[in-house]
């Protein structure tokens, strides 16, 4: 180009380079640009250009926003999983393992309701086999191993008695019981459910909740285990024979109907006791109610109606102590039991074998 003012500048044509060894022959300049020229006769407008800077930014913002909302997913999903700090939730396993152990008890009560009630009863209260809602014995006696022993070996290991009326339930056994493994484990669920908790009946085949005619509301139930229950100092373990424990609790002096705590009446006032009627039938009192006059013997005249079932009646004091505890027996028959005169108060009487057979005695 020229120095020279007023000129334009020339134009001027690049250098060829001369040929070497290397490159003999001048080669041509390789296009950059694949598509047709035609394609890029036109250049961007400053407005096409300014908005490709935009779509950019915009993207670049798409593309954080992105980030971030997997980043929350994340972590909502890891918090999900393991549970929240300070244990404000459950991790999702332990909600799983809480629902299915809720899923067991309700089953559980229908394979008991259909196999078990007909000799311990509806709620464990006991009649032709004996009681299951004691608390005593749901305390350590009955706990998921001794009763999945005793579902698949049967009453002979209770008692040692070949003879025993509790057949084995297991269908592994022989011969093979009714009920599988799974069926089992839910009954044993049942049986050791908490009262903290309140369950929903459900239909056997659909699982749907079933709801009372009567109410139209949908019917509940409630486990038998006290978790706040404390046997009493010195209390000895529960027998592991249901049927020592009926021996001990018609544990009572020889020719009497059961053992009266304190003096014993005079023959002089023996003969004029009063006389009060009491029948059990269905596993429980006819009679919640009974009065008797202070001070004087009085004779209760006990009736078991319960065919085959051993009943009796107990009476504690208010500090729980018994102050008579009278023969167990089986219905049906009946039996006279003379009791000691008592102090004017309100007592509590019941049978030692069905704990849920209870009622109050008035002495006044």
């Known amino acids: 180009m020229s120095d020279t003012p007023g000129r334009e500048p020339e134009q001027r044509l690049p250098a060829t380079r001369p040929p070497s060894e290397a490159a003999p022959v001048e080669t041509a300049p390789v296009e950059r640009f694949s598509s047709p020229a035609s394609t890029r006769s036109v250049e961007l407008s400053p407005e096409r250009a300014a908005q490709v800077v935009r779509q950019s930014s915009n993207a670049r913002w798409v593309g954080f926003l992105a980030v971030v909302v997997v980043m929350l997913f994340v972590a909502l999903y890891w918090f999900y999983e393991v549970g929240t700090p300070l244990g404000m939730s459950e991790s999702r396993l332990d909600q799983d393992a809480t629902n ?160 009266s705590i304190g003096p014993l009446p005079s023959p002089s006032t023996a003969a004029t006791t009063t006389t009060i009627p009491l029948t059990a039938q269905g596993i429980a009192f006819t009679s919640t109610e009974l009065t008797v006059p202070a001070n004087q013997p009085f004779t209760i005249e006990f009736d078991n109606q319960d065919v085959g079932v051993p009943h009796n009646v107990a009476i504690q004091d208010s500090t729980g102590q018994y102050v008579y505890k009278g023969a167990t027996f089986p219905g049906i028959a009946k039996q006279d039991y003379v009791i000691s005169p008592l102090a004017a108060g309100t007592y509590a009487f019941s049978c030692t074998v069905h704990p849920n057979m209870k009622g109050t005695l008035t002495v006044q």
């Open 100 to 259: 299915q152990a809720v899923v067991n008890v309700e089953r559980g009560y229908n394979v008991f309701q259909a196999n078990c009630a007909r000799c311990h009863g509806a709620n464990g209260e006991g009649g032709i086999g004996p009681t299951l809602n004691s608390q005593e014995k749901l305390y350590q006696h009955l706990n998921a191993n001794y009763l999945n022993t005793v579902l698949t070996a049967g009453g002979r290991y209770v008692c040692g008695n070949a003879k025993s009326l509790m057949p084995v339930w297991s269908n592994t056994a022989t011969p093979p019981g009714p009920l599988n493994y799974r069926q089992i484990q839910e009954v044993i669920a049942f049986i050791r459910a908490t009262d903290e908790v309140t369950y929903t009946i459900r239909d056997p085949e659909l699982g749907t909740p079933e709801v009372d005619p009567v109410t139209g509301k949908v019917k509940t139930f409630q486990g038998w285990v006290d978790p706040n229950y404390q046997p009493p100092a010195g209390a000895t373990p529960y027998p592991a024979c249901w049927a020592d424990s009926f021996a001990a609790a018609s544990a009572a002096p020889s020719g009497s109907a059961g053992a």
